[in-house]
Structures are given as C-alpha cells and as structure tokens.
C-alpha cells in the first residue's frame, strides 16, 4: 500500500514560482472587462445581503447581471472571431 506523503513529494517537487507568460498576461487583460463586470454583479449582491433590498437595489443587481451577459457575448464573439480567422 503506498502512502500519501511518498505521493505527495512527486506532485509538489517543482513550485510554481514564475511570473506569468506574456499569453498569459494577454488572456487576463483580454477577459479584464468581464473580470470587472462579474465584481460589480458580487458588489452589487453583497450590498443586499443584510438588509431588504430597494427597488434602488434591484435596479443595481439587474444592470449588473445585464453587464456580465453582454461581456461574456462580446468576450465569446471574439474568440469565435479569432478562432475563425475574421469576418464572416
């Protein structure tokens, strides 16, 4: 029977300790607007949480959810523009 600790020395012989690759830089600068529409939804859900929401509130959330939906579509059509080599 083998050990976890015998197994355990093989997945974590090389720690991650690089910086990120330029590919790697682009994906998170190119994903940044959904990035930050996703934390606007969370801020906008986290001020509800301990107290009644508003119609204020409600209005918030909606535009939130609204914003993430459409950077995730601009997000996927330019992935799809790029995997397929332009214009259709």
């Not at 050990?3 to 090389?14: G, N, R």
């Not at 330019?78 to 214009?87: K, P």
């Amino acid at each position: 029977m083998k050990t976890i600790a015998a197994l355990q020395a093989v997945v974590t012989a090389t720690p991650f300790g690089r910086e990120p690759s330029d590919s790697e830089l682009d994906a998170i600068e190119t994903e940044m607007p959904l990035i930050l529409a996703e934390v606007d939804l969370l801020d906008a859900q986290i001020m509800t949480l301990d107290r009644p929401a508003t119609e204020l509130d409600v209005r918030r959330i909606r535009r939130a959810r609204h914003r993430v939906l459409a950077e995730r579509r601009d997000l996927t059509n330019r992935a799809g523009l790029a995997q397929s080599g332009g214009a259709a």
